[in-house]
């Protein structure tokens, strides 16, 4: 049995969405594969067949802004950053060409991630991106979904309200970034929309950023707000439509917005990936970019009868049951690594 090493500079954020390597259905997956699984802060580089380094920061390639919030999570949780060189653990053992890098963030989140000079020290590079992706240094991954989702209690479409929005309110000087389109839907929905629309997430009313402290009283303020939600599945059953908006608008970049939305029962309204229709049934979904305006959309949603809906509902179900949406599961994001790993001649 080989062993697939893992290393982050900080454990706490390993993954955004959920902890896939605590899942039984991603642990089992490698295990049928050959692979035991193990995290580099409980396991000898040197005893890791395979080590994957997580994001740019796994290496200390990191922005000032980072490094300053680095330097105060050391002082409030000491330990709490990996100061640990594996990279150059690595290099010491001569195991070059047994390593790979995984980018999860986005350009948004995280553009250091995107530096050329950060992927030239890698054989295999894994991906969201399809604009990198070319099969030989490049390789395409799935952001991964659990297996298991909670059960969920329907509510009649006659009991759900209209539409919701669930997500942490951010900023971004990306070009590519999609936080000030929703901002402006979230700010029309509840202007025109007043009682048929709920606000929910981290940053809004309530500052979180540095900067949003700093500006707290030119902030705006959201009336539609209705708190912080611990668990998204309790919360879509009760709405007929979702505003599902990813952090930018890159092909490829999919993340559980959407399929969270899904599994709970509600239907997406998307915006992100230029090429959603490639991974995600159209019909499943209602895609922001056919409507000129917020009131377009506006208008449709409210138009939409209880036939149309259960429409969309079957649709869903439809994919959800389907080997696309399969994909994106944890046992296929574990298929996707070992294949490239095995395969690839740099890392046999």
């Known amino acids: 049995m080989k062993t697939l090493v893992f290393h982050a500079s900080s454990f706490k954020s390993f993954w955004a969405h959920y902890n896939v390597s605590a899942d039984p259905y991603f642990l089992t997956r490698l295990q049928s594969l050959g692979y035991n699984f193990a995290l580099s802060d409980k396991a000898p580089i040197d005893r890791g067949d395979m080590v994957l380094f997580f994001e740019a920061s796994s290496i200390g390639m990191v922005s000032i802004r980072r490094k300053i919030i680095n330097i105060l999570r050391q002082i409030v949780k000491p330990h709490s950053i990996s100061r640990r060189n594996v990279y150059k653990e690595v290099q010491e053992r001569g195991l070059q060409n047994r390593i790979a890098l995984l980018l999860m963030e986005g350009l948004v989140g995280l553009p250091e991630n995107y530096n050329p000079k950060l992927h030239a020290m890698f054989p295999v590079v894994f991906t969201w991106n399809d604009t990198l992706v070319d ?139 230029s090429n959603i229709t490639d991974y995600v049934d159209p019909s499943a979904f209602i895609d922001k970019r056919k409507f000129k305006s917020n009131k377009a959309l ?13 429409q969309y509902q079957t649709a869903i179900s439809r994919y959800l049951a389907s080997p696309l949406f399969a994909s994106f599961l944890s046992p296929a994001f574990a298929d996707t690594l070992i294949s490239v790993l095995n395969s690839h001649s740099q890392i046999k």
């Not at 506006?298 to 036939?307: G, H, R, W």
Request: proline content about 7%; overall charge positive; glycine content about 4%.
């Open 298 to 310: 506006a208008d449709y949603l409210i138009s939409v009868t209880e036939k149309e809906y259960q």
């Open 135 to 273: 099969g030989k240094h490049y390789f395409k991954f799935k952001m991964p979904q659990p297996v298991q989702w909670p059960d969920i209690i329907t509510m009649p479409f006659k009991n759900r309200k209209l539409l919701v929005n669930i997500s942490a309110n951010k900023y971004s000087k990306h070009p590519l970034e999609l936080y000030y389109e929703r901002r402006v839907a979230i700010k029309y929905f509840e202007k025109y929309l007043p009682h048929d629309f709920d606000l929910y997430g981290i940053g809004w009313n309530h500052p979180v950023a540095l900067s949003q402290h700093l500006l707290k009283f030119t902030t705006p303020f959201y009336n539609s707000y209705r708190g912080v939600v611990n668990n998204k599945s309790t919360v879509f059953p009760r709405y007929r439509f979702a505003l599902c908006y990813e952090n930018a608008c890159v092909p490829g970049w999919i993340t559980e917005k959407m399929f969270d939305c899904m599994r709970s029962g509600c239907v997406p309204i998307y915006l992100g990936a």
